[in-house]
């Protein structure tokens, strides 16, 4: 019998601790038989995202908790290899929530189908997925930037940030990047189009937004949060906008608290966290759009790509300590 | 010549500390004479508001600094005792920002005349005024609690958040007062018709706000800050909204800091700061609303009145103290 290989969750890791490589198990079974009603996916591309740390623990989140022993969560991206299911065949190109596995079974309910001759299959994990709908969700829906406002986004290189700073682009926004390294930064503004980008590992970051932002900041795209908030935060214009998405700063790691308060109060700022899940409503005329711009080359990005699945974990880690440069992928075909 | 009294600012607090006594100085002036176009109003009201410690410094605040060696700035309520303005006759009862003085000129562009028939003058400059207004907008536009919501509002037996509560109340929802000591934890309880009020001086407020909304909380009516803020961020539920007011607990202070900003991530939180006096749209109906209520006895307030415009600076050190009761007041008449 042919056999596939899954990582399931062993072990949670301590709170505010990373995780480690005991909290994974690499497992081998058999490949399974669809059902009357089932879809088998060959899974090629496997989605690394941060949200996954938040699943890994116990502790109160916006999702229920990883179970032990069961497969680890993910985007996966495939090829359907045998069908049950009217609306699937065999050689379809599919995306969906497969986890952490080489072949999955779906009963096509978030499974769909994507076009795969002018976007790319791993993109629909990454600008043209869930990291394009994050960003495009963000901005346009609590950000509203206007044409000549100033738009600031952490992680800038990532798959949702390279996507925000290229869609306020196109809003006629000034955009600024802050990420991490000199290669990253300058990919964000030679490659991206980003008008500056500020490397918080060698800069002074209040001091360099002062300069990359002289009229301040309208909007603030949230990825990573610590120092990084507090710095963007004193630099805000009145009637700023805080799309707040990700804290990867402090997912291993004791909170960072918000310094002054009363920056909201002063700057009659408005601050807004989000999970894009819950915005379905978004993701038809954001996908649509994204993957126009994939498709006609107006829209970059770039991937990180780990080979193999025993390598998650450590691509995994890596992404969680920014060492990714663009979507964090794993390659399973 | 008649005279009159006012109070200057004669100089700046220290930053993060509180006003003194000479901070303010007391003057004496002729009574003028009003130009064409212009009014004379004996001022029978003054409003103390926390606001004004804000425009004694000279830091960044959301409105001009108040100038040296000029009349205090605040909102009065008085009466017209001479007049070359043709909207305004002598006897007219009037309110306007004519500042800390007994008497003062107008060319009429910020004084509105009030009908006293069925609200007392007083109320015109508390829950028929800038307070009531201040909690209609938060409520209204950033809370916009549902029916069977938990509301709950920090300084809750003050101008603002006695209406707070008394609105989300009307609204069905659950409304929870966070107050200072037992007097006006009953009073608003038993004369106010909220809930539920804790008070934080002598209890612990993440557990009693658990006891008292044991379904969460969905909205925070926010004019203290300090770590009563983060006692209620804690408690929030998903989606909560958070009017953010005043923090009036560090305008003499330190700020103290938002300890978890992954609670408005997890919970997808929106938190937003404003100021009253930018949404000028919501002025006629909110004070029709609230002028109705408070005219049939539908909405309740208290007043502290302080005797004497000398008495001023010390009433004002109260109220950032937290010693009134009510609606801080100065009665000139």
Chains 1, 2 share one sequence.
């Not at 993910?74 to 065999?90: D, I, L, Q, Y």
């Not at 100033?150 to 196109?170: E, M």
């Not at 025993?310 to 390659?331: I, M, S, T, W, Y």
Request: charged share 20%; glycine share 12%; with cysteine.
């Amino acid at each position: 019998m042919p056999t596939y290989r899954r990582i399931v969750l062993a072990s949670r890791p301590a709170p505010e601790q990373p995780p480690r490589h005991d909290n994974f198990r690499l497992e081998t079974l058999e490949v399974p038989t669809p059902s009357n009603g089932q879809v088998l996916v060959r899974n090629l591309w496997l989605s690394l995202d941060p949200y996954m740390r938040g699943r890994m623990g116990e502790g109160p989140s916006y999702a229920a908790p990883q179970a032990l022993n069961e497969t680890m969560v993910g985007g996966t991206a495939g090829e359907v290899v045998a069908s049950k299911h009217p609306g699937f065949a065999v050689g379809d190109q599919v995306v969906g929530q497969l986890g952490w596995q080489e072949y999955g079974l779906s009963d096509g309910s978030r499974l769909s189908k994507v076009d795969t001759r002018h976007v790319p299959l791993s993109a629909y994990l990454g600008a043209v997925g869930m990291p394009g709908v994050t960003a495009w969700h963000g901005l346009r829906r609590i950000i509203e930037p206007k044409d000549g406002e100033t738009v600031v986004v952490s992680a800038a290189s990532g798959a949702v940030g390279s996507v925000v700073g290229q869609l306020a682009k196109q809003s006629g926004c000034r955009a600024i990047g802050i990420a991490g390294g000199r290669d990253k930064c300058r990919y964000v503004v030679e490659d991206l189009g980003f008008d500056a980008c500020i490397d918080y590992k060698a800069q002074d970051v209040v001091k360099a937004l002062q300069e990359a932002a002289p009229k301040g900041v309208d909007g603030y795209f949230e990825n990573v949060g610590g120092e990084i908030l507090n710095a963007v935060l004193g630099q805000m214009n009145a009637f700023g906008r805080i799309a707040l998405c990700g804290l990867i700063a402090s997912y291993n790691s004791q909170p960072v608290p918000i310094r002054n308060p009363s920056w909201f109060l002063v700057r009659r700022l408005k601050l807004q966290g989000f999970i894009v899940s819950e915005h379905m409503e978004d993701w038809p005329p954001a996908l649509k759009e994204l993957g126009t711009l994939v498709a006609t080359g107006k829209l970059k990005y770039r991937e990180s790509v780990a080979d193999g699945l025993d390598a998650a974990p450590e691509a995994f880690f890596g992404l969680l300590a920014g060492r990714n440069f663009g979507k964090q992928l794993v390659k399973l075909g």
